[in-house]
């Protein structure tokens, strides 16, 4: 059974920093892709980051730069470091999974991952 759990969500002033963190149960995270999605009222999920089996990364162009993914093997977390935030980056974080036979190729699309967190708040005033 594959469980997420974000944590390290609140609130923050512009220019701040965050950092959130997905642990990972029940999950063998060399097969897969792990990703990072928001969602901000009246606004569809859209991807933020993703992390390929090799450890490679890819970033919305919105958190280039102020964004980065951080995995431990050790322990199974997804961490995202979000320095310098912006109002428009106010939302519920969610860490996403996708399945055993699930890829990196189409990160962006929500429909590829099989496996979801409940969602962090984050708020940047």
């Known amino acids: 059974h594959v469980q997420l759990v974000e944590s390290g969500g609140g609130s923050v002033q512009a220019g701040g920093s965050l950092r959130l963190s997905c642990a990972a149960s029940g999950y063998t995270y060399n097969r897969n892709c792990m990703a990072w999605f928001r969602q901000s009222p009246g606004k569809e999920r859209e991807a933020v980051a993703a992390?390929?089996?090799?450890?490679?990364?890819a970033y919305t162009d919105s958190v280039k730069g102020r964004f980065t993914l951080l995995h431990t093997r050790a322990n199974n977390t997804l961490d995202l470091q979000m320095n310098t935030l912006k109002p428009e980056d106010s939302a519920v974080y969610y860490c996403?999974?996708?399945?055993?036979?699930?890829?990196?190729?189409?990160?962006?699309?929500?429909?590829?991952?099989?496996?979801w967190g409940q969602g962090t708040q984050v708020t940047v005033s």
């Open positions: 996403a999974a996708t399945g055993d036979d699930g890829s990196c190729r189409d990160w962006q699309n929500p429909r590829e991952f099989s496996y």
């Open positions: 992390i390929r089996r090799d450890d490679l990364t």
